[in-house]
């Protein structure tokens, strides 16, 4: 089965950027459809965003779109998850995720143990 590890986050001014990146390891990791929950405190976790290994296709949660961009790279089989003008709001605990594509958004078989992301204004 595929493992995930997370690196990156950290601190971040509001309007500032930051990226979180994803390494999937072990199993058939391509044959996953990758993508980033977060969760913030108090909360229940959330879908972000998600990318097909194959053709790239990405999809958004509307409160992130032309602010974060999801990204691959196969070779180093690499998830990374850009945030632009970062806001109070995106701050969370953000979890990799592996699992397979639905209509909805994903169906997760797999998380990461997440990385804190904090957004001060």
């Known amino acids: 089965q595929v493992q995930l590890f997370e690196f990156g986050g950290g601190d971040v001014e509001a309007g500032g950027s930051l990226s979180v990146s994803c390494l999937a390891s072990?199993?058939?990791?391509?044959?996953?459809?990758m993508g980033w929950f977060r969760q913030a405190p108090e909360k229940e976790r959330e879908f972000v965003a998600a990318?097909?290994?194959?053709?790239?296709?990405?999809r958004y949660v509307d409160g992130v779109k032309g602010r974060f961009t999801i990204s691959r790279n196969y070779a180093k089989k690499t998830i990374e998850l850009r945030m632009n003008n970062v806001k109070p709001e995106d701050t969370a605990v953000y979890y990799c995720?592996?699992?397979?594509?639905?209509?909805?958004?994903?169906?997760?078989?797999?998380w990461g143990p997440g990385t804190q992301v904090t957004v001060s204004s």
């Open positions: 995720a592996a699992g397979a594509e639905t209509a909805q958004n994903m169906v997760v078989v797999q």
């Open positions: 072990g199993g058939a990791f391509s044959d996953y459809y």
């Open positions: 990318i097909r290994w194959d053709d790239g296709v990405a």
